[in-house]
């Protein structure tokens, strides 16, 4: 079955690095994908990777993919006050996205 | 390009009207897909289509609730007749051979 799971709240003080964990159970994703939510606004994609990779970065983007584990985390470098938000893990089977819970990072001056 | 278009933005009707919710899906997509979010249970997909045809409905709670994509630009996602917990923000999602989904603006939607 399906499950992806994140824990809910993550506080980091302003230029340390964020790390967002997300376990997922379905070994057949194709790609698995992490999404930023503003308060009061749509989803939009921060970055995916395809599941035959184990890292890709871009920009303060990186993102680790443990296959064997089915664990996946995204690193935010350098993390600014605009980086609070929810931040959604998601894993695709044929087009379907099942989507984590969401973090809800919290910046602290 | 405008991106994925939603509208209303916000709609707020009583227990037993109609909704008709709508979507303009990103130019040239082949691929869109209805979301719904709730504290409650987070974000479900109810349906997707793929060149206008529905492939996957079993997200779909009830059969109050019905989709159509009569084109390749247009979408709609209808709840007759609305119930209280049907309060949500829905989203649309569209994307080209599925790498990349992107999400519109989301309806948020209070059914009184």
């Known amino acids: 079955g399906e499950d992806v799971e994140q824990s809910l709240f993550l506080s980091v003080r302003e230029g340390d690095s964020s790390v967002i964990n997300c376990t997922y159970t379905d070994s057949s994703s194709t790609y698995l994908y992490w999404y930023k939510q503003e308060p009061g606004a749509g989803l939009q994609l921060l970055t995916y990777i395809f599941s035959n990779m184990d890292m890709k970065q871009d920009q303060r983007l990186t993102v680790l993919l443990n296959k064997k584990d089915k664990h996946l985390s995204l690193r935010i470098a350098d993390t600014q006050t605009g980086d609070s938000a929810i931040y959604f893990c998601a894993e695709s089977i044929n087009e379907k996205l099942t989507f984590g819970t969401g973090t809800r990072l919290t910046i602290i001056p | 390009d405008a991106g994925v278009i939603q509208s209303p933005r916000h709609e707020v009707t009583e227990m037993g009207q109609e909704v008709t919710l709508r979507c303009k899906p990103i130019?040239?997509?082949?691929?869109l897909f209805w979301y719904r979010q709730t504290m409650m249970r987070g974000l479900e997909l109810l349906i997707y289509f793929n060149n206008n045809v529905p492939i996957d409905d079993s997200g779909m709670p009830e059969d109050r609730f019905s989709a159509k994509m009569p084109n390749a630009s247009f979408s709609t996602l209808k709840i007759q007749p609305s119930e209280p917990r049907d309060s949500a923000v829905y989203f649309c999602a569209s994307t080209l051979w599925g790498a990349e989904q992107f999400f519109g603006p989301g309806t948020r939607l209070t059914v009184l």
């Open positions: 130019s040239g997509h082949n691929s």
